[in-house]
């Protein structure tokens, strides 16, 4: 099912510190932040990933599982609504509740003279995490909401962040890996093929028929 356990691993390891009592707050940048949740939420059972079994870790997930479901549909409103509008109402009340049961704790480093600002993201649970990152992806100022992307090949609708063109042009954004752009343009080059046969027979009988 899950074809990178070892960054799921890492991306559920990174949120659960998060959440208090459990583990070591591990200094995080925001972007680590917010993709270790959109990683999470590609993922619709966990439970059976987890960085270490331990009953009350694994508790702990299956009680998010109702707040990894609302996540993933918020952060999909946001990945396919180019125009946001009222819409988007519930979803801000239910994320500003969440995230307001989180505390930043800054936290430096200093290396050749330059420093790096990270954070500690001190929450209650994984659905206050989660509802900060909502927040964060909605906000217009920054960046991650508006790279944010569904993959269109049929069956997959995995978010991803759009990638860079390495040859200069537009980002893509249309599917999550060069794979499923190839699995998409095949099964597209397939249907014009018997398109096209099928054109060709029909002109085939039509032809007979007039003889
Ligand atoms: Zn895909």
Redesign the pocket.
Known sequence: MNSQPRELQRAIAALLEQVQGRHVYRPLTEEQLVSSAIELANHPTVVGLLPMQSEELEQAMADAMPALERFRADARVRATHADLTDDTDEIMERATRAASRVVLVPHYTVDRGVPTVTHRYVAEDLDAVLGYVTLLLFDRDRDCGNRLCI???EG???L?WERRNPSGGPPARL???V??MQQANGAQNAERVRKHREKKRRAKRVGKSTK
């Open positions: 993959c269109k090949l997959c609708g995995r991803f599917f999550c890996s794979e499923h």
